[in-house]
């Protein structure tokens, strides 16, 4: 399942993942992911990220990690960091989804609508997940991408046209 981490925070194991919904319930993830990253969160950030991604269950395990000191903390810091980028990115760790900040979940699940998807298919997708899908749908329905002739088209344009 794409984007789907299993933290390991105090010898328990849990299951995290960043589908659409999560993603817009975090604000500012840009700015979440380089604090968690980069040491330099908060305990609120760390909540926030383990509460919208963490699959399945009552969430016991965010106390767990919270009474485990410092040390708990900072692993569960940098799981949530990998939950994030996780949900962003490719299967290779290439960063995939863009987009406008302006977008909300409303604008998500109408374009999800369009191109034949329930909301509750949506909400099990990754940022990344959905984007491939909107591609798809564009490309199935004649949008090409900006790309350069190759030799052949060009040999033939020149040959038409001289």
Do not use: N
Not at 85 to 114: M, N, R, V, W
Not at 124 to 149: I, N, R, S, Y
């Amino acid at each position: 399942m794409h984007g789907l981490i299993i933290a390991t925070v105090g010898g328990e194991r849990y299951a995290l993942r960043m589908t659409l919904p999560a993603y817009f319930t975090l604000p500012d993830v840009g700015a979440l992911l380089r604090r968690l990253a980069g040491g330099t969160f908060t305990m609120e950030d760390v909540r926030s990220v383990w509460r919208a991604c963490h699959q399945g269950g009552p969430l016991a395990g965010l106390e767990a990690v919270e009474a485990a000191g410092l040390a708990g903390l900072r692993e569960a810091a940098l799981w949530a960091a990998m939950a994030i980028s996780a949900g962003l990115t490719d299967p290779d760790g290439k960063h995939e989804p863009g987009g406008d900040d302006d977008t909300d979940l409303a604008d998500i699940y109408q374009t999800g609508f369009a191109i034949g998807l329930k909301p509750r298919e949506v909400d099990q997708m990754t940022p990344w997940e959905f984007a491939q899908c909107v591609k798809g749908w564009a490309m199935l329905h004649g949008e090409q991408k900006d790309e350069a002739p190759g030799q052949d088209e060009l040999a033939e344009l020149f040959g038409r046209y001289g």
